[in-house]
Antibody
Framework: EVQLVESGGGLVQPGGSLRLSCAAS????????MSWVRQTPGKGLEWISS????????SSADSVKGRFTISRDDSKHTLFLQMNSLRAEDSAVYYC??????????????WGQGILVTVSS | EIVLTQSPGTLSLSPGERATLSCRAS???????LAWFQQKPGQAPRLLIY???IRATGIPDRFSGSGSGTDFTLTISRLEPEDFAVFYC?????????FGQGTNVEIK
């Protein structure tokens, strides 16, 4: 059974940093691209960043480009999202999502349970 | 960026009834790369349909997807009590994957 478990969320001040982790199990981690998607009541679901199965190629939404960095540790079957220069509008539930192929222009076939990030002073 | 517009915003139906949800794209979706997800309160989205019409593993056959180009439909043939939720469409025809704003299917 595919399992994706996020951790690392919480309350952070504007301008601060957080690192989200997603522990993956139940599938061959190195064969699939992975992504982060966030959800807010106002903007709904928003794809924010993806990394290919090899880890060589990444892609990010303009809203987070230059501030967020996606990475993966294949030895630990873990996906990361380093979030810097956080803003109030980054407050959301962040989901780790498994892509359905090695490349990240495909559908998300499994999602983690989500982790709340709140940016506020 | 492909904008997806879902309608209606809310659908009030009774168990046993048929639900028809629409998703319209601002431009053609390459290869009909459109997926549908179901989300219940406090839960993550769950994949129902991909490739516009292919049911994901374990999804009951009362869920069906159709459409092409810019107009897509999710149909639930007979609503079961566990089907009431918010449904989202999502396109993956471009590297900037986008979601619709959702349709809430509620119990009438």
């Amino acid at each position: 059974e595919v399992q994706l478990v996020e951790s690392g969320g919480g309350l952070v001040q504007p301008g601060g940093s957080l690192r989200l982790s997603c522990a993956a199990s139940g599938f061959t981690f190195t064969s699939y691209a992975m992504s982060w998607v966030r959800q807010t009541p106002g903007k709904g679901l928003e794809w924010i960043s993806s990394i290919s199965a090899t880890g060589v190629t990444t892609s990010s939404a303009d809203s987070v480009k230059g501030r967020f960095t996606i990475s993966r540790d294949d030895s630990k079957h873990t996906l990361f999202l380093q979030m810097n220069s956080l803003r109030a509008e980054d407050s959301a539930v962040y989901y780790c999502a498994k892509d359905s192929s090695a490349w990240f222009e495909d559908y998300f076939d499994h999602w983690g349970q989500g982790i709340l990030v709140t940016v506020s002073s | 960026e492909i904008v997806l517009t879902q309608s209606p915003g809310t659908l009030s139906l009774s168990p046993g009834e048929r639900a028809t949800l629409s998703c319209r794209a601002s431009q053609n979706i390459r290869n009909n790369y459109l997926a549908w997800f179901q989300q219940k309160p406090g839960q993550a989205p769950r994949l129902l349909i991909y490739g516009a019409s292919i049911r994901a593993t374990g999804i009951p056959d009362r869920f069906s997807g159709s459409g092409s180009g810019t107009d897509f439909t999710l149909t639930i043939s007979r609503l079961e009590p566990e089907d009431f939720a918010v449904f989202y469409c999502q396109q993956y025809g471009t590297s900037l994957r986008t979601f619709g704003q959702g349709t809430n299917v509620e119990i009438k």
